[in-house]
């Protein structure tokens, strides 16, 4: 490793490591080619089977297509990169930033609420939210009663019910940690499961690659692409 360090000496050598061949640059045809190319087309053609003069209309509305291709290969990077640093500029204005986003476990915090949201397809008589933790057994039921088609915010301090063992009703705050959320409302006296959204905090963001989306590395929930935020908070 100390080759590295000596003059005349690549890293790929010290590595023991052969240096990658450059591939070879392929030659490109311009339009001063392509007519330096016509013109001796014209004075070497046989003057007993001169070309016509559509020949010539074909060849140059071909090198004009393949031309017009190029640009807008290149408008269509321009683009590319525009947006790019477009998605780059929104990532630094959401990292550290709350967002209400889908998922199925939330997160009870040490000090403070739970908080999240559902999104109801239509008017319900009566909406709850299922509180349940890693066996399944059921924590707690938020009670929403009748809410209205649309997004429905919620949150809850924690605290459940609990039996003493002379029948006292007491109250009891659970422990931090993540807990899944079953949410439910009620159509024409049945249940229907309806889709569930958290609050969680944008750590990072990984800008995709062309042509692939961002996505939001959240604090609690993994990660969550950037059109599945319904709400910043």
């Known amino acids: 490793m100390n080759n590295v360090d000596k003059p005349g000496v690549t890293s790929f050598e010290s590595l023991g490591i052969a240096k990658p061949k450059e591939a070879p ?3 490109k045809l311009g ?4 007519m330096k190319l016509m013109t001796t087309q014209l004075n070497n053609q046989d003057p007993f089977k001169p070309m016509e003069n559509g020949d010539f209309l074909t060849q140059m509305a071909q090198f004009s297509a393949v031309s017009g291709l190029k640009d807008i290969k290149d408008n269509f990077k321009v683009l590319t990169d525009a947006m790019t640093s477009n998605q780059a500029l929104q990532a630094s204005t959401l990292v550290g930033r709350k967002v209400l986003v889908p998922g199925d476990s ?14 109801l397809p239509a008017s319900t008589s009566n909406l709850s939210i299922k509180v349940t933790d890693a066996s399944g057994e059921l924590i707690h039921t938020i009670d929403m009663g ?6 429905v915010n919620y949150q809850w301090n924690g605290m459940k019910q609990i039996t003493q063992d002379d029948g006292r009703e007491t109250e009891q705050r659970i422990a931090a940690g993540q807990y899944k ?4 409302m009620e159509v024409e006296g049945k249940p229907q499961a309806v889709n569930a959204l958290i609050v969680d905090k944008v750590d990072s963001v990984s800008l995709g690659k062309q042509g692939e989306a961002m996505t939001l590395n959240l604090a609690n929930s ?4 950037l059109a599945d935020i319904r709400q910043l908070m």
Do not use: H, T
């Open 181 to 184: 959320i079953v949410a439910e």
């Open 31 to 34: 339009q001063e080619d392509f």
């Open 146 to 151: 009748s809410q209205k088609e649309g997004l």
């Open 222 to 225: 993994g990660s969550s692409k």
């Open 106 to 119: 939330n997160v009870m915090p040490d000090q403070g609420v739970m908080q999240g949201a559902v999104e």
């Open 25 to 27: 640059k392929q030659p």
